[in-house]
């Protein structure tokens, strides 16, 4: 029996999608599962339209990047979670920009019965996925795991400076474990607890 595989990428937003890429990598592996986390605020309808396929899926990463779910109200919360659960098929999930929870998102998630993704570091006392901040594959006893960033950015001292060879050559050793492995994908969703 293959070994499960989820896949995940963070900030999926308009003009950070790379997905010429990522249709690339489904038409070499068809039954490939890939879960996003989608910036939505940087997202018109049609994008949304265009990325959620059957071998994706949406899961509510904020709607920036920068903290301001961190002043939401539970209510606010509710409303977000439910609109792109809703209205753009996103799953029943949420995962916060730089790993920051509250009360309030925590509570609504509860409430609509939503999985967090979380890091192990920082357990949350709902349905989760934990995750770790490091990219790449993870091995585990039952399930290998890959994460990654669409975007590859550091600080020089002085200024940020992307670096997209960062995601390619992250996404070149997915293909050659998907080669030689021949997974059984999953999304994230199929394996909360």
């Not at 960062?166 to 996404?171: A, I, K, R, S, Y």
């Amino acid at each position: 029996m293959n070994k499960k595989l989820i896949i995940s990428f963070d900030d999926l937003w308009e003009g950070n999608d790379r997905w010429e890429e990522f249709e690339k990598l489904h038409q070499e592996f068809p039954d490939l599962k890939i879960t996003f986390f989608v910036i939505t605020g940087r997202c018109s309808d049609e994008f949304l339209r265009k990325v959620n396929q059957s071998w994706t899926e949406l899961v509510f990463h904020g709607t920036e990047h920068s903290g301001g779910w961190l002043h939401w109200s539970k209510e606010e919360t509710i409303k977000h979670l439910r609109n792109f659960n809703e209205n753009y098929g996103f799953v029943k999930g949420f995962k916060a920009p730089g790993w920051k929870l509250t009360p309030n998102i925590i509570e609504a998630c509860r409430e609509l019965n939503f999985w967090i993704c979380s890091t192990p570091t920082i357990p949350v006392p709902v349905r989760h996925w934990y995750t770790y901040p490091q990219e790449g594959l993870r091995f585990y006893s039952d399930y290998v795991e890959f994460y990654d960033h669409i975007q590859h950015r550091h600080y020089d001292g002085q200024k940020w400076i992307e670096d997209e060879n960062v995601f390619l050559e992250n996404l070149e050793k997915l293909k050659e474990y998907c080669r030689s492995n021949k997974p059984d994908y999953k999304f994230i969703s199929e394996m909360v607890k």
